[in-house]
């Protein structure tokens, strides 16, 4: 099993949708937990860190769920500009010594 | 204004040469990174520094050299061990150290390609 898992898609949806993305990881003792978006040919960027209580930052919301060892990204009211890649990322350390990106989600908005 | 610089954008190199990818980042940062991106692929690993003078393999060292002589710097060497060097390859720089909830801060990239 993979550390961190995410289907790659692509998500293809038009103007306006609601679309979520999941993402497992396979180690429970996790810490700490990033969402990054990265645009084609682009350097990653983050989106969102994701927090116990779940958090929100305008038409994205980030949710965890430790239970399940899962992560959650909704995207409200897509726009053109959303299509990108959004890639999961975990990490299973007490420190910044190594995080581990899932391969990402590709999503395409449509008009 | 703060942040990550990488040199150069496209990098051309003939099979059997070494080349070395500059990183730069004035954040103040402790740790720093160096991943590779295939076409299609996530992110892997390369390898790590979470101090000045110190460094440590990741998943895909093998054909790779880094150094930290200074804070603000972690070149990366791709020597011509490396088999199949042409890909995307991302610097990263993160805060304290022993934080793990600090995201990583990415900078530009540099395509380096294998003639």
């Known amino acids: 099993r993979k550390e961190v898992e995410q289907d790659p898609g692509p998500f293809n949806v038009p103007e306006g949708a609601t679309v979520a993305f999941n993402c497992t990881y396979s180690n429970s003792a996790s810490q700490s937990f990033f969402w990054y978006r990265q645009d084609c040919r682009k350097e990653p960027k983050l989106l969102m860190s994701?927090?116990?209580s779940g958090n929100e930052d305008g038409r994205f919301t980030a949710q965890l769920n430790r239970a399940s060892q899962y992560i959650s990204l909704l995207i409200r009211d897509s726009k053109l500009s959303d299509s990108a890649t959004y890639l999961c990322?975990?990490?299973?350390?007490?420190?910044?010594?190594?995080?581990?990106f899932g391969s990402g989600t590709r999503l395409s908005i449509r008009p | 204004d703060g942040g990550i610089t990488q040199s150069p954008k496209y990098l051309f190199r003939k099979e059997g040469q070494n080349v070395t990818l500059s990183c730069e980042q004035n954040l103040n940062h402790d740790a720093m990174y160096w991943y590779r991106q295939d076409p299609g692929q996530g992110l892997r690993l390369i390898y790590y520094?979470?101090?000045?003078?110190?460094?440590q393999k990741g998943d895909i060292a093998e054909g790779y050299s880094v150094s930290r002589e200074k804070k603000e710097s972690f070149p990366l060497t791709v020597t011509s061990a490396q088999k199949n060097p042409t890909a995307f390859y991302l610097c990263?720089?993160?805060?304290?150290?022993?934080?793990?909830?600090?995201?990583?801060?990415f900078g530009p990239g540099t395509r380096l390609t294998v003639l």
């Open positions: 990263a720089s993160s805060g304290l150290a022993s934080n793990s909830y600090n995201e990583q801060f």
């Open positions: 990322v975990v990490n299973p350390y007490s420190s910044a010594s190594k995080i581990i």
């Open positions: 994701v927090y116990s």
């Open positions: 520094s979470q101090i000045v003078n110190d460094f």
